[in-house]
């Protein structure tokens, strides 16, 4: 088999717990970023995935990619409906299928749903470690669900943080989150902010990882030099941004052709007439590639859009294989 992948004749299923044992997010943070610059220099092959809306419920996004350079290809398959949580389930379910690139054998059968928090968190923590100024230590999350604790979690790894805002707009969710988060972080302020504005104040590092549909940032909120995460909105009507702050950053999108087809929040400013196609057309891998540039003052915003593609949940996915082969992790089966 090609690039060192672990021989195997059988199919190994991975669960979360399984995953939770072999997927760190320090491993997960190059592997994306190894990901981000190869998706960027055309040694990938993605097309934009495949929503199907579920009328009342949600959509289904079919998420195929293959990276020949790494061996593998293979498909995301997730719902996502946002009032799970309302009933006790998560917003996000899935599965990814891995398949070897030369014969296309299912190497593995995983979860989706602990994947997606831990590869969306960690190409936010690519894009703070090289946009973000050095010394950003004052973290605003608006937002208090999955991601907001998979993004604590990375872009601790990457920025020296110091404290916590955290906004949700279901207050106890926030409270239980700065609780669970407290006890697990014991080095980091939290403090539960009444409104955005009261989050994003004084931050250096803002993610935006909610549900809502219309602006959770407002440019007047923002200190000079700030880096946002701009995560929660996926659909050309909805956002987390206003206009005034995706005209005034330097914005760099996961991929331009997703972007301009799922991002609410650079779709509706440029059909505003803010700003014209060229000001949100650059890749975070063109910036880890060296060929366009990242933050260009200390004053500067930036801005990372993430609408969250496939080649990331494949190379996650084929970071886990590898580990849970390498650790006896997971139960093998013979399809
Ligand atoms: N970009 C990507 O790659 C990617 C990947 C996974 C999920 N997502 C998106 O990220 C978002 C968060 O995902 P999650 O799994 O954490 O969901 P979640 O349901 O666990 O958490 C979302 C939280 O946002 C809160 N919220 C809703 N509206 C709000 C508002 N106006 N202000 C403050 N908080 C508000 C909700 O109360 C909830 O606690 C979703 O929109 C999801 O689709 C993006």
């Known amino acids: 088999m090609m690039n060192n992948l672990p021989e195997a004749t059988m199919t190994l299923i991975l669960t979360r717990q399984h995953l939770e044992q072999v997927l760190t997010m320090r491993d997960c943070i190059e592997a994306i970023a190894d990901v981000m610059r190869r998706f960027s220099l055309g040694e990938t092959v993605m097309p934009v995935r495949l929503m199907t809306p579920v009328p009342g419920r949600g959509s289904h996004a079919a998420m195929p990619a293959a990276i020949p350079g790494l061996g593998v290809l293979g498909i995301k398959s997730i719902t996502i409906f946002p009032t799970n949580p309302e009933r006790g389930a998560p917003a996000i379910l ?10 296309g054998r299912p190497l593995a059968v995983m979860d989706a749903a602990y994947l997606t928090a831990v590869r969306t968190a960690a190409a936010s923590a690519v894009a703070t470690r090289a946009l973000a100024r050095p010394d950003a230590s004052a973290l605003a999350l608006i937002g208090a669900g999955v991601q907001a604790g998979s993004h604590l979690w990375a872009l601790s790894e990457v920025r020296p943080l110091r404290s916590v805002a955290v906004y949700d707009i279901d207050r106890l969710v926030a409270e239980r989150f700065i609780e669970t988060k407290s006890r697990r972080h014991p080095e980091l302020t939290f403090r539960l902010a009444a409104s955005p504005e009261d989050a994003i104040r004084g931050a250096d ?3 935006t ?3 809502s549909q219309t602006p959770v940032v407002d440019l007047n909120w923002l ?24 005209t005034a950053a330097r914005v760099l999108v996961d991929s331009r052709e997703a972007a301009l087809k799922e991002a609410g929040d650079l779709i509706i400013p440029l059909q505003e007439g803010r700003f ?6 650059d890749e975070i891998g063109e910036v880890l590639a060296g060929i366009k540039p990242g933050r260009t003052s200390d004053a500067q915003i930036t801005v990372y859009k993430s609408v ?4 990331q949940d494949i190379a996650a996915a084929r970071l886990a294989y590898e580990r849970a082969v390498s650790l006896g992790v997971g139960v093998p089966v013979e399809l």
Not at 94 to 103: A, D, Q, R, Y
Not at 223 to 237: F, Q, R
Not at 276 to 281: P, T
């Open 276 to 281: 014209g196609a060229e000001h949100i057309r």
């Open 308 to 311: 969250g593609i496939a080649v």
């Open 205 to 207: 590092l803002v993610c």
């Open 223 to 246: 200190k000079e030099g700030v880096h946002i995460n701009a995560v929660g909105a996926h659909t050309p009507e909805a956002r987390e941004l206003d206009s005034a702050t995706v």
């Open 94 to 103: 899935g599965l990814v299928i891995l398949n070897e690139s030369n014969t």
């Open 209 to 211: 990882v909610t549900t």
